[in-house]
């Protein structure tokens, strides 16, 4: 399969996982550690370097939010606000398992192949995804060699050299098997749509 058909069936896959709530939502976060254990570790990693912005979120909506307290007391938060806070936070951990399960799955010049596919139609309009390229090299760069929170230290070192580097993408044509899937995936996001305005 190619990788940029790859690409998109993560992206709709990460819209899909939005739609997730209840117990449905919570049945999908019990079932992470059936990833493996690379996967596991990458997505612990990212957890751990998004667990204030969790907190904060959790905090923001559980006791933000208007509705009948919980328990009675002070500090009690809303159930709703709470029922909204469990499913926000759910969502997000499921995106950075899907961030993590990419990243492991997908070899770094497969990504950048199909990002380079799904970014050729701006040119048209004047923009370079060869720079969007760099940039998204840089981004991931920097969250796989980012130092702990206690190491902090080390983001103040000044590199005593710069290297060039240089990366080739290889691209190849698309099979029937990436047509097939297009079509399905075009098809279920239409389905998707329909489902949702209807209900």
């Given at each position: 399969?190619h990788?940029?058909?790859?690409?998109?069936?993560?992206?709709?896959?990460?819209?899909?996982l939005?739609?997730?709530?209840?117990?449905?939502?919570?049945t999908?976060v019990?079932?992470l550690?059936?990833v493996g254990?690379?996967?596991?570790r990458?997505?612990?990693?990212?957890v751990?370097?998004?667990?204030?912005f969790?907190?904060?979120?959790?905090?923001i909506?559980?006791?933000?939010?208007?509705?009948?307290?919980v328990?009675?007391?002070?500090l009690?938060?809303?159930?709703?606000?709470?029922?909204?806070?469990?499913?926000?936070?759910?969502?997000?951990?499921?995106?950075?398992?899907?961030?993590?399960?990419l990243?492991?799955r997908?070899?770094l010049?497969?990504?950048?192949?199909?990002?380079?596919?799904?970014?050729?139609?701006?040119?048209?309009?004047g923009?370079?995804?060869?720079?969007?390229?760099?940039?998204l090299?840089l981004?991931?760069?920097?969250?796989?060699?980012?130092?702990?929170?206690?190491?902090?230290?080390?983001?103040?070192?000044v590199?005593?050299?710069?290297?060039n580097?240089?990366?080739?993408?290889?691209?190849?044509?698309?099979?029937w098997?990436?047509?097939?899937?297009?079509?399905?995936?075009?098809?279920a996001g239409?389905?998707?749509?329909?489902?949702?305005r209807?209900?």
């Amino acid at each position: 399969m190619h990788p940029t058909t790859r690409l998109v069936v993560w992206l709709f896959m990460l819209v899909a996982l939005q739609s997730l709530d209840g117990t449905l939502l919570a049945t999908v976060v019990l079932m992470l550690p059936l990833v493996g254990g690379p996967t596991l570790r990458r997505w612990g990693r990212l957890v751990s370097g998004a667990r204030w912005f969790f907190l904060s979120l959790f905090v923001i909506l559980a006791w933000g939010g208007a509705g009948e307290p919980v328990w009675s007391g002070p500090l009690a938060p809303a159930g709703e606000g709470l029922v909204d806070a469990l499913t926000h936070v759910g969502r997000l951990l499921l995106v950075l398992m899907a961030v993590a399960v990419l990243r492991e799955r997908m070899a770094l010049p497969d990504l950048l192949t199909a990002t380079r596919r799904l970014l050729g139609p701006l040119r048209r309009l004047g923009l370079d995804p060869d720079h969007a390229l760099v940039r998204l090299l840089l981004v991931l760069r920097h969250l796989e060699t980012m130092p702990r929170p206690r190491d902090w230290r080390l983001l103040l070192d000044v590199p005593t050299s710069s290297t060039n580097e240089v990366f080739e993408i290889a691209d190849c044509q698309f099979s029937w098997v990436d047509y097939v899937v297009a079509v399905f995936v075009v098809v279920a996001g239409c389905v998707a749509l329909f489902c949702l305005r209807q209900a």
